[in-house]
Nanobody, 123 residues
Framework: VQLQASGGGLVQAGASLRLSCTTS????????MGWFRQAPGKEREFVAT????????HYADSVKGRFAISRDNVKNTVYLQMNSLKPEDTAVYYC?????????????????WGQGTQVTVSS
């Protein structure tokens, strides 16, 4: 399974971005999907996850109310809508396919990873 993430960029604080991640095969085969991020000098951290049906979603406290995860199983794509961006959101964002129908907040619950897309938020 290959994942291709896109949509990152350089924006000012308060702006919005939408990340996309397309997989090489159907994602509707009972796999949750998630987004993680890694800032320079920091460990990779959980951002959001969505179940394979799209009905269960979980977010890191740091992004609740600002980010929204969604998926389109027909297009084999998961999205991360990021609003009210802050400089502390600056990181490389990675999408991943969970091992189960609902992914969790730890990296070992995910089997496949994309290459990452850079998000930089200036103050």
């Amino acid at each position: 399974v290959q994942l291709q993430a896109s949509g990152g960029g350089l924006v000012q604080a308060g702006a919005s971005l939408r990340l996309s991640c397309t997989t090489s095969r159907r994602t509707g085969s009972n796999n949750g999907m998630g987004w993680f991020r890694q800032a320079p000098g920091k460990e990779r951290e959980f951002v959001a996850t969505v179940s394979w049906r799209g009905d269960i979603k979980h977010y890191a406290d740091s992004v609740k109310g600002r980010f929204a995860i969604s998926r389109d199983n027909v297009k084999n794509t998961v999205y991360l809508q990021m609003n009210s961006l802050k400089p502390e959101d600056t990181a490389v964002y990675y999408c991943a396919v969970a091992r189960r129908a609902v992914g969790g907040s730890t990296a070992d619950e995910y089997a496949y990873w994309g290459q990452g897309t850079q998000v930089t938020v200036s103050s």
